[in-house]
């Protein structure tokens, strides 16, 4: 009697077409047919199974080499003491990292590829994550993210490959997370914090009253979101009243009447601003300092104004505290070019190249667009003439393949709306993305150099 050490169970039954092949008086054809009832044992390593260069061990190698003194500073399971083991936090910035290059912002979709995807599977190396943990490591300590983005582009320039005596600014805007139809009144806010402290308050009376209706997770879990909702609301009216007292004080200067302001339920910090199809949406102003004889992002921020006349000088400060120096130049479009802006640049010491409002307006009228104006500075005076001069011109189309190419890269990774809530959280995803652009583009900085002095 024959044993088989599988049941391998009833093979599969030929389909019609098999049946027909087989009746021809050509004889039966010999196939290749899929057997998935199979049973088999293989034996591979992960190691073995990703391919030598693969963009996942290109990122591990760059982050491994990282200082991410930050994050290990916070665990408390140490030698000698009690406690669960950490999770290495430089796998989980190669994760984020990786993710972003696939243009993946979600912590639900990485959580899930990390058990399904070889090379998310690679970068575990048998370490378990969950969505919450990846979730709350983007959006938690802002300071380590930053501090990762200083040492980056820090030893890049400690190495020689990286200056930062010319950058190009651009701001680009991203959506929110919410939509136009959370952004309510005052009086309607405060209709809807009402409701949501009711429920609050319903939810602990039913939780004393039938402790045993629900789980004790699903109890947890109906609070905390009706808690983060009353929460949300209260920011919401919170910024309202800012917005409408800023409202107030412009429409003073003005003369004209002020609107009433309306804040998000969902995104308090985010406003409606336009876009570049022309249309308005909840968003964030995004803004990009970048190197532009290498594309190496030195400076992030995010803002939730809608103009970028005010963004250049807080860029040259940041800039300076993360690397002890302002840069020499800044090329900025016109929106950048506000006379006050402009003084306050010269004042630190960078020259800016951004070109004149109206000029062809005022050539028609046959006056000199790069002539002094009455009122102007000596700052401003030197930026209109300067822009006259044919170098300037030439120089200024360096802003255009710099910031414009860096915004392009985000957006191919899918940065059109921010995966998170809050102003903060977004200025954190932003510097996320600037990380995984900084490290691919100075491993190809290194490899240039290593070539070159071979």
Same mark, same amino acid.
């Given at each position: 009697?024959?044993?088989?050490?599988?049941?391998?169970?009833?093979?599969?039954?030929? %389909?019609?077409a098999?049946?027909?092949a087989?009746a021809t008086?050509?004889?039966?054809?010999?196939?290749?047919?899929?057997?998935?009832d199979?049973?088999?044992?293989?034996? &591979? =390593?992960l190691?073995?199974?990703l391919?030598? #260069?693969?963009?996942?061990?290109?990122?591990?190698?760059?982050?491994?080499?990282?200082?991410?003194?930050r994050?290990?500073?916070?665990?408390?399971?140490?030698?000698?003491?009690?406690?669960?083991?950490?999770?290495d936090? !430089?796998?989980?910035v190669?994760?984020?990292?990786?993710? %972003?290059?696939?243009?993946?912002g979600?912590?639900? #979709?990485?959580?899930?590829?990390?058990?399904?995807?070889?090379?998310?599977?690679w970068?575990?190396?048998?370490?378990?994550?969950?969505?919450?943990?990846?979730?709350?490591?983007?959006?938690k300590?802002?300071?380590?993210?930053?501090?990762?983005? @200083?040492?980056?582009?820090?030893?890049?320039?400690?190495?020689?490959?990286? %200056?930062?005596?010319?950058?190009?600014?651009?701001?680009? !805007?991203?959506? *929110?997370?919410?939509?136009?139809s959370?952004?309510r009144?005052?009086?309607?806010?405060?209709?809807?914090?009402?409701? *949501?402290? #009711?429920?609050?308050?319903?939810?602990?009376?039913l939780?004393?009253? $039938?402790?045993?209706e629900? @789980?004790?997770?699903?109890?947890?879990?109906r609070? !905390?979101?009706?808690?983060?909702?009353?929460?949300? +609301?209260?920011?919401?009216?919170?910024?309202?009243?800012? +917005?409408?007292?800023e409202?107030?004080?412009?429409?003073?200067?003005?003369?004209?009447?002020?609107k009433?302001?309306r804040?998000?339920?969902?995104?308090?910090?985010?406003?409606?601003?336009?876009?570049s199809?022309?249309?308005?949406r909840?968003?964030?102003?995004?803004?990009?300092?970048?190197? @532009?004889? %290498?594309?190496?992002?030195?400076?992030?921020?995010?803002?939730?104004?809608? $103009?970028?006349?005010?963004?250049?000088?807080?860029?040259?400060?940041?800039l300076?505290?993360?690397y002890?120096?302002?840069?020499?130049e =800044?090329?900025?479009?016109?929106?950048f070019? =506000?006379?006050?802006?402009?003084?306050?640049?010269?004042?630190?010491?960078?020259?800016?190249?951004a070109?004149?409002?109206?000029?062809?307006?005022?050539?028609?009228?046959?006056?000199?667009?790069?002539a002094?104006?009455?009122?102007d $500075?000596?700052?401003?005076?030197?930026?209109?003439?300067?822009?006259?001069?044919?170098?300037?011109?030439?120089?200024?189309?360096?802003?255009?393949?710099t910031a414009?190419?860096v915004?392009?890269?985000?957006?191919?990774?899918?940065?059109?709306?921010?995966?998170?809530?809050?102003q &903060?959280?977004?200025r954190?995803?932003?510097?996320?993305?600037?990380?995984?652009?900084?490290?691919?583009?100075?491993?190809?900085?290194?490899?240039?150099?290593a070539?070159? $002095?071979g």
């Amino acid at each position: 009697m024959s044993q088989v050490l599988f049941d391998k169970g009833e093979p599969e039954q030929p %389909t019609p077409a098999e049946a027909a092949a087989s009746a021809t008086a050509t004889g039966k054809p010999r196939l290749r047919v899929p057997r998935r009832d199979e049973r088999e044992m293989r034996w &591979a =390593a992960l190691d073995d199974m990703l391919e030598p #260069e693969h963009q996942a061990r290109v990122v591990w190698d760059a982050i491994r080499r990282l200082d991410l003194g930050r994050w290990l500073a916070e665990i408390k399971a140490v030698e000698g003491n009690v406690g669960r083991d950490a999770t290495d936090p !430089r796998l989980l910035v190669a994760l984020w990292v990786y993710a %972003t290059l696939d243009a993946i912002g979600s912590a639900r #979709e990485l959580s899930r590829l990390c058990t399904l995807h070889l090379a998310y599977q690679w970068l575990c190396g048998g370490v378990s994550v969950n969505y919450h943990m990846l979730s709350d490591f983007r959006t938690k300590n802002a300071a380590a993210w930053d501090d990762l983005l @200083t040492q980056i582009v820090g030893s890049l320039m400690t190495e020689g490959l990286v %200056t930062m005596k010319r950058v190009a600014q651009d701001g680009m !805007r991203v959506r *929110a997370n919410a939509g136009k139809s959370s952004f309510r009144r005052k009086q309607s806010l405060q209709i809807c914090l009402d409701e *949501a402290r #009711e429920q609050v308050e319903a939810l602990k009376q039913l939780d004393e009253e $039938s402790p045993s209706e629900l @789980t004790a997770r699903q109890r947890a879990a109906r609070e !905390r979101a009706a808690a983060d909702r009353a929460r949300r +609301l209260e920011e919401a009216l919170r910024h309202c009243d800012e +917005l409408q007292t800023e409202r107030e004080e412009t429409a003073k200067k003005s003369g004209r009447p002020a609107k009433e302001a309306r804040a998000s339920s969902t995104d308090a910090e985010a406003r409606t601003m336009q876009f570049s199809d022309g249309g308005f949406r909840p968003g964030y102003n995004v803004q990009l300092s970048t190197d @532009t004889e %290498t594309g190496i992002i030195g400076g992030v921020d995010v803002t939730n104004c809608g $103009s970028d006349q005010e963004q250049l000088p807080p860029m040259l400060d940041q800039l300076q505290e993360r690397y002890g120096e302002v840069p020499e130049e =800044a090329l900025v479009d016109g929106g950048f070019a =506000a006379l006050e802006a402009i003084d306050a640049a010269t004042e630190k010491g960078c020259t800016v190249y951004a070109p004149l409002k109206d000029k062809a307006k005022q050539q028609r009228a046959g006056k000199d667009p790069h002539a002094r104006k009455k009122g102007d $500075s000596d700052a401003v005076a030197d930026w209109r003439q300067r822009m006259g001069t044919a170098m300037a011109q030439g120089l200024y189309l360096l802003r255009c393949q710099t910031a414009e190419w860096v915004n392009a890269v985000f957006r191919n990774r899918d940065l059109w709306q921010m995966p998170v809530r809050g102003q &903060a959280k977004a200025r954190g995803v932003t510097v996320l993305y600037a990380i995984t652009h900084d490290l691919l583009v100075g491993e190809k900085l290194r490899a240039e150099a290593a070539m070159g $002095s071979g």
